[in-house]
C-alpha cells in the first residue's frame, strides 16, 4: 500500500506539465498551419495578377499591331483608353505601350515594341515585340 501512494503522490505535477506541452505542440501546428494557408493565399494572389497582366499585354500588343506604323520614338494608346472596347482594364493596373529603337536599325523601318503592365505602381510584366512596317 505505502508503494501505490507513493507513486501516486509523485505523479500529481506530472499532469500539469503533460498539459502545458499538449497546448505548446497544439500552438506550434496552428501556428504552422497559418503560415502555410498565408503563403498559399499570397502565391495564388501572384499567380492571379500575373495572369490578368499577360492578358492585358496580349490584348495591348494586338491592339497596336491593329495601327498602322508609326516611327519611334512613339508612344501607342493604351488599351485602358480605347471608347467602347469589349474588355475593361482593372482600376489598379496600367498599361503603355512604346515604340522603340532597336540597336543597329538606325534609318530602318524595324522598331522594338515595348509594352508595360503595372499594378500600384509596381511593374508586373514586360512585353517586347520586333515590329516593321508592312
Do not use: C
Not at 506550434?28 to 497559418?34: E, N, Q
Amino acid at each position: 500500500m505505502q508503494r501505490l501512494e507513493r507513486t501516486t503522490g509523485d505523479s500529481r505535477g506530472s499532469i500539469l506539465l503533460e498539459t502545458v506541452v499538449a497546448v505548446v505542440i497544439f500552438a506550434l501546428i496552428g501556428a504552422a498551419t497559418m503560415v502555410g494557408i498565408q503563403t498559399a493565399t499570397l502565391t495564388g494572389e501572384r499567380v492571379e495578377d500575373k495572369s490578368i497582366a499577360e492578358n492585358l499585354a496580349r490584348n495591348q500588343m494586338e491592339h497596336v499591331f491593329s495601327q498602322a506604323y508609326k516611327a519611334q520614338p512613339w508612344d501607342y494608346d493604351s488599351i485602358a483608353d480605347i471608347p467602347g472596347n469589349t474588355f475593361s482594364v482593372p482600376s489598379d493596373f496600367t498599361v503603355t505601350a512604346v515604340a522603340v529603337e532597336r540597336p543597329g536599325t538606325v534609318g530602318t523601318d524595324i522598331e522594338t515594341v515595348k509594352v508595360t503592365v503595372s499594378r500600384n505602381g509596381e511593374e508586373i510584366l514586360v512585353l517586347e515585340t520586333i515590329r516593321g512596317r508592312n
